[in-house]
């Protein structure tokens, strides 16, 4: 059995192996028709656009994308031509979770809010959408729900609509996939009319696909006084990211608010899981990140403690300082381990 994988990918070679020893390491957006047309199964990020033009003729028969979003791979045509695919929900969760964590924390100890003061309103609330509903209650903050799709399946009165999340938040924070139509679409949910109708002037941040904000509005926004600042991770048009706006924002960084060791480990893991359950194949291997080189951290607070775990800030000031290099600084990401791989001592 053939698999080809994204050369990104981290943790897979050894434990691959267990699975097949044909395996092909490529660049994500060098994946061409004449790569892949002997191969058996895919294992790929969000830089292989999986399509007809692709896969057609092909033998591939599954793919695994190592990523919680889909919105790469054409599920219309893959059902067509019978080719079966799976992702890896709740994957990164909990390293959005910290990516959020360390943000509020900046608003507290360096832009001086008091958090226990502030509502934070959470659009879309799945895997990573109801982690940070439980971080942002940890730090103490009022937290409103918007999850349409959710909401109607459940008939659940715990959410509010995105109206209402306009009004009365001071930070607004986006987790839905990306929907280009249908019922519950999100490309452009947060438009010109939407910043028109915020009321608090909150703080906005985008860790989930760059299209859910419409550029021009959000800039538009800044330009008016109708948002506080900013905080986008994701980005319309990746790699080629609107500059004016990087700028502007507060904490600009490349697409990686999901991308802890921790998170990378269990995407592998997931994707590598369905590839042996798709081809009924049994494999013995693990995937774990290494131990942080210095797993103790002493600080004058947990807070301080948190962020010296992981500080969005250093990857924000490296793609301000490089933006040309987004995919450099998204592909070749620094080591980066969750608070549960470390011991904070208060000093």
């Known amino acids: 059995m053939k698999i080809i994988v994204d050369n990104k990918i981290p943790y897979i070679n050894e434990a691959i192996k267990s699975i097949t020893d044909s395996v092909m390491y490529v660049d994500g957006k060098d994946f061409t028709s004449e790569l892949v047309k002997d191969a058996d199964a895919l294992i790929i990020r969000t830089r292989t656009f999986c399509d007809k033009s692709l ?36 994957c990164n969760a909990d390293a959005v979770a910290q990516y959020i964590e360390a943000v509020l924390l900046i608003l507290k100890l360096t832009e001086g809010k008091e958090l226990s003061n502030l509502t ?4 879309g609330v799945g895997n990573v959408g109801s982690r940070i509903v439980k971080v942002a209650q940890k730090l103490g903050l009022r937290v409103l729900q918007n999850d349409p799709p959710r909401e109607d399946a459940e008939d659940s009165k715990e959410f509010v609509s995105l109206q209402t999340i306009a009004e009365e938040c001071d930070v607004i924070t986006f987790h839905t ?15 010109a009319s939407f910043f028109e109708s915020l009321k608090k002037k909150p703080y906005i941040i985008n860790t989930s696909r760059g299209e859910v904000i419409d550029t021009i509005a959000l800039l538009s926004a800044f330009e008016k006084g109708q948002i506080t600042q900013a905080i986008i991770d994701v980005w319309e048009y990746e790699p080629n990211i609107d500059l004016s706006l990087l700028n502007k924002v507060m904490i600009g960084t490349p697409h990686i608010a999901g991308y802890s060791a921790d998170g990378k480990a269990n995407a592998t893991r997931m994707a590598l899981d369905a590839v042996c359950r798709f081809f009924n194949i049994k494999a013995d291997y693990t995937v774990e990140p290494p131990t942080p080189l210095f797993p103790i951290i ?9 962020l010296a775990i992981y500080d969005p800030r250093t990857d924000s000031k490296n793609l301000k300082n490089s933006p040309q290099k ?3 600084l998204r592909g070749n990401y620094p080591f ?12």
């Open 120 to 123: 934070m309103g959470v659009v």
């Open 298 to 306: 002493h600080a004058h607070s947990i807070d301080e403690g948190i």
């Open 177 to 191: 996939p990306l929907n280009k139509e249908g019922q519950y679409k999100t490309y452009h949910l947060a438009d």
């Open 336 to 347: 980066r381990r969750e608070q549960k791989a470390y011991t904070i001592v208060v000093e």
């Open 326 to 328: 987004f995919e450099d």
């Open 55 to 90: 896969l057609e003729g092909s033998s591939v028969k599954f793919i695994a994308t190592a990523t919680i979003g889909f919105d790469h791979i054409d599920t219309q045509y893959c059902k067509e031509a019978g080719i079966i695919w799976s992702n890896c929900p709740g």
